[in-house]
């Protein structure tokens, strides 16, 4: 059973970056799908973008691309989420989920991270 936690939030400028890790352990990442979510107050839980595990990127949000991209380091069983342009729309507590296939609803993962909240204000 893998055990999945966030790091790397924060509160940045709008214009600002932050990159995001997604950390596991209990199960390699490796060969799995891991997508990003996240979840703005008084709104669903929306899918940003999601790794297959043969490391084809899908894109769920279309204001992210090409600001947003995800890569995976198996040798350090973490996945990261590099924001850029961050733009105060992006605040939300993002969640990172791990399954065997990529998906942009919620039901498409099996394990999930508890979390890391990102801000973005002047």
């Known amino acids: 059973q893998a055990r999945l936690v966030e790091s790397g939030g924060g509160l940045v400028q709008p214009g600002g970056s932050l990159r995001l890790s997604c950390a596991a352990s209990g199960s390699t990442l490796e060969g799995y799908a891991v997508g990003w979510f996240r979840q703005a107050p008084g709104k669903k839980r929306e899918g940003v973008l999601c790794?297959?595990?043969?490391?084809?990127?899908?894109y769920y949000v279309d204001s992210v691309k090409g600001r947003f991209t995800i890569s995976r380091d198996n040798a350090k069983n973490t996945i990261y989420l590099q924001m850029n342009s961050l733009k105060p729309e992006d605040t939300a507590n993002y969640y990172c989920?791990?399954?065997?296939?990529?998906?942009?609803?919620?039901?498409?993962?099996?394990?999930w991270g508890q979390g890391t909240q990102v801000t973005v204000s002047s």
């Open positions: 790794i297959s595990g043969s490391d084809r990127v899908t």
């Open positions: 989920a791990t399954g065997y296939y990529c998906g942009g609803s919620s039901g498409d993962y099996d394990y």
